[in-house]
C-alpha cells in the first residue's frame, strides 16, 4: 500500500464551523490530490499541488481552500462548514504528472468521514 | 471538459463467471485509463490501467481493453470469485495530466 495517511477518519462538525482534513505521504510524490466522492457523483477532484505551495482547482473546488508547506503534507480547509460538504474525502498521490504513454499512477488513501450537521 | 460515463451501475454473476464492465470517454486527448476496486469503507485501489499506446493489457485474471477510435474501454474479470464483489471505477487522464476523471461506478456481485 502506498504511504499515504488521511487524519481524522471521521469526523462530526457543525455548520458555520471550520475543518481541516490532513495528508500525509511518506513515499516523496511531487503530486497530492484532494477528491470527495458522494452517491450518483462518483470521485470529484477538489484541488491538487504539484509541488510545495504550488497548488491548483479542481471541478468542484468552492468553499474549500489548500495548503501545502512541505512536500509530505497537503492539508484541505473549508472555511466554514456546510451540510453539502458531508462526504468521504480521498487523499491520493502520484509521483509525476499522469499523462503520456510511461506516466506515472495515482494512489488513494483510505478516506475521511465528515459529517456537517 | 472530460466525460466518462461507466456502464452498467450494477452487475451480479455467479461465481466462475465473467464479468464486463465498460466506460466511454469526451476527450480524445486523454491516455492514460485506470481501474479501482473499492471495497466497503476503504479508498479505491488501483487493479489495472492501461495507456493510449497499446489496446489490451492483462493481469492474471483481469484484462483491459481500450479502443481509441471509438473512445471506449471496458474491463474483463474471468473466473469471477466471491472477493471479487465491489464497487469498480474507471478513469481517464485529461490532457494536462494533472486530473482523472471517473465513471460513476459499477458495484459487482459475485454469488458463490
Known amino acids: 500500500d502506498a504511504g499515504i495517511t488521511q487524519s481524522p477518519r471521521h469526523k462530526v462538525t457543525e455548520t458555520g464551523t471550520p475543518v481541516t482534513l490532513r495528508c500525509h505521504q511518506t513515499e516523496n510524490h511531487r503530486y497530492m490530490y484532494w477528491y470527495r466522492q458522494d452517491p450518483g457523483h462518483g470521485l470529484r477532484l477538489i484541488h491538487y499541488?504539484?509541488?510545495?505551495?504550488?497548488?491548483d482547482k479542481g471541478e468542484v473546488s468552492d468553499g474549500y481552500s489548500v495548503s501545502r508547506s512541505k512536500t509530505e503534507d497537503f492539508l484541505l480547509t473549508l472555511e466554514s462548514a456546510t451540510s453539502s460538504q458531508t462526504s468521504v474525502y480521498f487523499c491520493?498521490?502520484?509521483?509525476?504528472?499522469?499523462?503520456?504513454?510511461?506516466?506515472?499512477?495515482?494512489?488513494f488513501g483510505e478516506g475521511s468521514w465528515l459529517t456537517v450537521v | 471538459g472530460e466525460n466518462v460515463e461507466q456502464h452498467p451501475s450494477t452487475l451480479s454473476v455467479q461465481e466462475g463467471d465473467s464479468a464486463v464492465i465498460k466506460c466511454t470517454y469526451s476527450d480524445s486527448a486523454s491516455n492514460y485509463f485506470p481501474w479501482y476496486k473499492q471495497e466497503l469503507g476503504k479508498g479505491p485501489q488501483l487493479i489495472i490501467d492501461?495507456?493510449?499506446?497499446?489496446g489490451e493489457k492483462k493481469d492474471q485474471r483481469i484484462a483491459v481493453t481500450l479502443n481509441k477510435t471509438a473512445k471506449h474501454f471496458s474491463l474483463h474479470i474471468t473466473e469471477t470469485q466471491p472477493e471479487d464483489s465491489a464497487v469498480y471505477f474507471c478513469?481517464?487522464?485529461?490532457?494536462?495530466?494533472?486530473?482523472?476523471?471517473f465513471g460513476g461506478g459499477t458495484r459487482l456481485m459475485v454469488k458463490p
Open positions: 478513469a481517464a487522464v485529461n490532457n494536462a495530466g494533472n486530473m482523472l476523471t
Open positions: 492501461i495507456r493510449s499506446n497499446v
Open positions: 499541488s504539484y509541488g510545495v505551495k504550488d497548488t
Open positions: 491520493a498521490i502520484s509521483e509525476t504528472a499522469l499523462t503520456g504513454t510511461s506516466g506515472n499512477t495515482i494512489y
